[in-house]
Each structure stands twice: as C-alpha cells, then as structure tokens.
C-alpha cells in the first residue's frame, strides 16, 4: 500500500463511522474519571470487580517492586521465572481448581501459544463464529483446518466433528462472549470433546472472577473438569492487573512450556505483576460482597431498561450490550450519552456483524446504583 492508499482508505472509514479513536484517560481506571479534561461516569472497562485501582493492589504493586525489582530480565525458560512468578501459577491453579498453571504476558500471547502448541497442519480447530479474534488469529497460525460453526449451534458442531479425520481435533470457545454477554454451553461441549476424542479450549476472559457460586469461573459455574480441558482466563479484567494463564494437566502445561512459542520467545512479565495478582486474587477468594454488588447492579440495568424500548441483548454477566445496529446511529448514541457525562463504547464493525453495532455496557463493582439510575435515566430520555 502507498501512503496515497492509506490516507484513501482512512478517510473511507471516516465516511462509513468506521474510525476508531483513542481516548486519553487522566485517572485511574474507575468508574468515574476524566477524559480529555472532562468528568464522565465510565461503562467501558473490563475491570469487573473494581479492582484495577484497588488500595491493596497499588501497596502489593509497590511492595512487589521493592522485593522484585520492577524487570525479570530474561525470558522463562531462561533466568526470568521468578518466585512471584512461580507462586502465582500455584495460587491460580488452586483458584481454578486443576492441576497446573503457566502464566502468559497476556491473554492475546496465552491464545496464540496455546492453540499452535495443541494443533498443526492436519489437524483441525471447530471454533464457534462469535470467538475472540485472539483465537482466530491463533487458528490462522497454527495452520491447522479452521472450522467455524455459527455462534452456539451444537448441532452444527456436531455435525463438523463427525465429518472430520483430522488427527487432533481441538473444540474452541469463549467462554462468555466478549461482545455479546452470553456464556458457552461448556457442558455440552465437553459431552461433544468426549464423544469425538478432541480437546476444549476454553477462554475465560470474562468468567474468570464473575461466574460461579464463588467466581471460579466458568469450570465451577458449569461444574467440569476433565483431562480435555485446556482453560485460558486473562489477569488484565476482573482480576484488575495485567497477563493471562493456561490450566490444565501437568503433561498440558509441561508441554507448553516446551512448545508454546509466545511463553518461550518473549520476556518474563515484570514480577511485581505476578506479586500484585497473587494478591488479587486472595481479595477475589476472601470478597464475595464484591461480585453480589456486581450482580444487583447487573440486575438493576435490566429492570430499568426493561419498559424504556431500548433492546438489552440477552446475558447475564457484567456485558450487558444495548442492540443499535447501524454503525453510525451507535456512534451518535453513544456521542449523546457523552454529553450526558455517560460514557458507553459503541461496537461497531469489523469488531461485530454488520448491522449489529451496539452499545456496550460493561458494569463494575466500583460502580454505585446511583450510577446505573443515571445511565437508565439518560436512555430513557433519547
Ligand atoms: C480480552 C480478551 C483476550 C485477550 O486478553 P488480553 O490479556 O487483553 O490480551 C482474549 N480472549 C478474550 C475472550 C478476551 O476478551
């Protein structure tokens, strides 16, 4: 592409509402901050549980430093494991409650290590359409066959597996969809992995800390746990800090240790991370008042904009999203919340199908109901 082509082709996004821009945030992530120097309530992050700016973390973040220092300075394999390190994989192993865990930089590195160690050419990947585009790219990768079969459809699924000879067949998933709000039927898709002697992958990066009776995630709100599993959650959302793990059999981690190219070929995150999240995930273990404030919140979204003609799409997580659907008519709405003092992303494409752009609301424990009633309040009146 010439740099003619570029400007043609940025500008063609101008016209289709299709530009993204970037917003610069002068607090820390919360519920209400500044932006641009102005004061908004935010319904745009994914810090679920309100832990990105947690007391307790900024004092375990700096305490991390000091014992760790702020670089591991070589990659795992090399001399950047550290103990921080290690003890984080233990403790969120036993959070999870399987065997054995190994820590990525982020949940985009844990997609594309874990999926090009499991599967090669010959082999084929059945990965559901609404999956994050960390898994796609994955999919690509590995040169595996890349089976799409259309969002939730068992039966499609089904279908795809039983018409294949591939040698590893690994089933795909988010576990709650990113955009959507929904959660993956990953019982089912287990009974399916069973049936048809192939792995799940199971991307937990917006269960992990919500579902389930004590926000294990989707393994505990499902009730399974198998050999089959390879169960991928990201530290960057609910748990408020940063980097991603795989669980899973010791022989699962082991190999990736051995093959996962984005856990071998990069730096060791920096250690005060994996202290800080050690102990974000004690606050995750000890504060279910944190998630039961999340789910009413959730719960008083839905009651409120039950009669007001705006269409929630259906999900029970903290992604609530609102259905527009042209592009142009999300960005406007979501502008004229922003000028409320709301600000809400509007999801456009390529990021979902055509014709379903929407609003995302995302809801955090740092939110109060004061701040829902606002928003609620504001739709109703556009
Ligand atoms: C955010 C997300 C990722 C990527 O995780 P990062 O740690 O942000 O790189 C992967 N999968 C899903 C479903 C996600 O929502």
Redesign the pocket.
């Known amino acids: 592409m010439s740099p003619a082509s570029l400007a043609a082709e940025l500008a063609s996004l101008d016209a289709e509402g299709l530009r993204r821009r970037r917003r610069v945030l002068e607090t820390p992530q919360r519920a209400h901050v500044e932006v641009d120097g102005c004061e908004y309530i935010a319904f745009c992050s ?1 810090d679920y549980l309100g832990l990105a700016a947690h007391p307790q973390l900024v004092e375990a973040a700096c305490e991390g430093a000091t014992l760790h220092g702020v670089g591991a300075g070589a990659s795992h394999l090399i001399l950047g494991h550290m103990r921080a390190h290690h003890n984080l994989e233990l403790a969120l192993g036993a959070f999870v409650r399987m065997p054995a865990a190994l820590l990525f930089s ?4 844990a ?1 594309l290590g874990l999926i090009t160690a499991l599967v090669g050419r010959g082999d084929a990947i059945f990965a559901d359409k609404l999956n ?1 585009a ?2 796609n790219d994955a999919a690509l990768l590995s040169r595996a066959e890349h089976k799409r079969y259309p969002h939730l459809d068992l039966t499609a699924l089904e279908r795809l597996l039983r018409g294949s000879s591939a040698r590893t067949k690994v089933i795909v998933s ?1 576990a709650v969809f ?1 955009m959507d709000g929904d959660i993956a039927p990953a019982r089912e898709l287990l009974q399916l992995a069973e049936r048809y002697d192939a792995w799940l992958v199971l ?1 937990d ?2 269960g992990f800390g919500i579902l389930g009776a004590s926000g294990r995630g989707i393994l505990e709100y499902a009730g399974i746990q198998s050999p089959r599993i390879a169960y991928m959650a ?1 530290l ?2 609910a748990a408020g800090v ?3 793990f795989v669980s899973g059999e010791p022989e699962l981690i082991e190999t990736l240790v051995q093959r996962a190219r984005t856990y071998i070929y990069t730096t060791a995150a920096p250690p005060l991370l994996a202290h800080t999240l050690t102990r974000s995930l004690e606050i995750m273990a000890s504060d279910p008042a944190r998630r039961a404030h999340l789910f009413e919140l959730i719960a008083a979204l839905k009651r409120g904009l039950r009669d007001s003609g705006w269409r929630l799409m259906p999900s029970d997580t903290a992604i609530q999203p609102l259905l527009v659907g042209g592009a142009i008519e999300a960005l406007a709405l979501s502008k004229r919340l922003a000028q409320r003092g709301l600000l809400v992303p509007a999801i456009r494409p390529p990021t979902v199908p055509r014709g379903t752009a929407r609003l995302r609301i995302s809801l955090s424990a740092d939110h109060g109901h004061a701040d829902v009633q606002q928003l609620v309040t504001a739709l109703g009146s556009l």
Request: charged share 15%; glycine share 16%.
């Open positions: 994914n982020s949940g985009y590195m997609n994050h960390s898994l988010d990113s991307d990066a917006h990201t960057g959302k940063y980097g991603a």
